[in-house]
């Protein structure tokens, strides 16, 4: 993991205690604080080159980390119920996932 996925993580961690904070009734401005450091610690760049007129964006330590924490989850959940299989996980979290999208 680069370092750059290694601090993605943290700040995915930091922008979802936002979320866990039931003192906050408004928790955006701590989540959008969060993520903006994502730009600062290189988990996300953008590169506009003028001369072929073309922009890019690189997000590959943000997905990194993201994967990394879907991975480390599904293996403690693991090992916290050995019945459960990675499959079923992914299933709960997509669930999850279109629960949310549905509010």
């Known amino acids: 993991m680069t370092e750059a996925s290694h601090q993605s993580a943290h ?17 955006d401005p701590a989540i959008r604080l969060a993520l903006r450091r994502l730009e600062d610690i290189g988990a996300v ?16 330590p943000l997905l990194h980390a993201a994967l990394e924490l879907l991975a480390a989850t599904t293996a403690a959940r693991m090992r916290e119920d ?9 299933q709960e979290l997509r669930a999850v996932i279109d629960l949310a999208a549905s509010d």
């Not at 760049?45 to 590959?60: H, K, M, P, Y």
């Not at 050995?82 to 992914?90: K, M, N, Q, V, Y």
């Open 11 to 27: 700040v995915l961690l930091d922008a979802l205690s936002a979320f866990d904070d039931l003192t906050n009734p408004n928790p």
């Open 45 to 60: 760049s953008l590169l506009i080159d003028d001369e072929a007129q073309t922009t890019s964006v690189d997000v590959q």
């Open 82 to 90: 050995p019945t459960l299989t990675g499959e079923g996980i992914i």
